[in-house]
């Protein structure tokens, strides 16, 4: 802990402070985005898109979307990479600070709090077990309550191969998945979450880990080759990540998010992107409109 506190100082000494009077002087708000399902679409638009564009109209600045992959966004906004570790979050070499705010489906997980600070929440999500239609897994019968449900996808996948991503949602670790029998496989790093669904369509393995949004979009996809197994996880929820020495940025979007929230822009966006998830998560959201 001592010398992953000691590299975060390190961090913020390394990167010139940036927070809400430097993105307001400079005149530009500088979104850092990775293509991921309906957030971030790679044709210009997205859910997080659209936020972040309207958070920039907000602080009356000009909005910048910068490029980034899933290992590299946060050195983009913190000025070091990071990944998961065993004790927590393992910092890695440095990097050039690119953004200001990470926001294309990033789920609030704990070694991640370590390295940014989220917002509020954003979305709702879980992670999901989901199997190619010909898997001889079943679809568990819910229950009611979230924890016996995961346990019945526990006890459904000895000798079952599961396609994981390590250091996102997906990762194996996160839900001790070695510990059911199940068969681990790794996606290599040419496989994206976008990518995971149809990498069990061409026989990658028989399922695997999908985050809500992601499942909701691959069962829009490929109707009918694809079920949800049951959940993996309890609850998670999305928020967008800021550097730890921009405090002042961060509220500023809990305000705007806090604002659209009510005046119900927020919950027509998502109605836009993600239609399905009122049917799961609607207590989100508490204006529908």
Request: net charge negative; hydrophobic share 45%; proline share 6%.
């Amino acid at each position: 802990m001592c010398v992953v506190a000691c590299v975060l100082v390190l961090q913020h000494a390394h990167a010139a402070t940036r927070d809400l009077p430097e993105v307001i002087e400079s005149g530009v708000l500088r979104h850092i985005g990775v293509p991921y399902a309906n957030f971030v679409t790679g044709s210009g638009d997205g859910l997080d898109v659209e936020l972040m564009q309207g958070f920039a109209a907000h602080l009356g600045v000009r909005y910048q979307y910068v490029t980034s992959t899933w290992p590299r966004m946060i050195g983009d906004l913190t000025g070091h990479h990071a990944r998961r570790g065993d004790a927590g979050v393992e910092i890695l070499n440095s990097a050039p600070i690119r953004g200001d705010v990470i926001a294309n489906g990033m789920t609030v997980l704990a070694w991640r709090s370590q390295v940014v600070d989220f917002s509020a929440p954003t979305f709702p999500s879980a992670v999901w077990l989901v199997a190619r239609s010909d898997a001889t897994i079943s679809p568990i019968r819910p229950t009611g309550s979230v924890t016996e449900d995961i346990q019945s996808v526990r006890d459904a996948l000895r000798g079952i191969s599961v396609l994981t991503k390590e250091n996102t949602c997906l990762d194996p670790g996160l839900y001790d998945l070695s510990e059911t029998g199940a068969e681990v496989r790794l996606a290599g790093s040419g496989i994206e979450g976008d990518e995971m669904a149809p990498a069990i369509l061409h026989d990658a393995a028989e399922s695997t880990l999908l985050d809500v949004p992601g499942a909701l979009i691959a069962l829009e996809i490929w109707p009918g080759a694809l079920k949800v197994v049951g959940p993996v996880s309890e609850n998670q929820t999305m928020a967008a990540a800021f550097r730890k020495d921009s405090p002042k940025l961060r509220a500023a979007f809990n305000v705007y998010l806090a604002q659209i929230r009510a005046d119900g822009t927020y919950s027509r966006l998502v109605r836009k992107y993600f239609p399905a998830v009122f049917l799961y998560f609607a207590e989100f959201f508490p204006d529908r409109s």
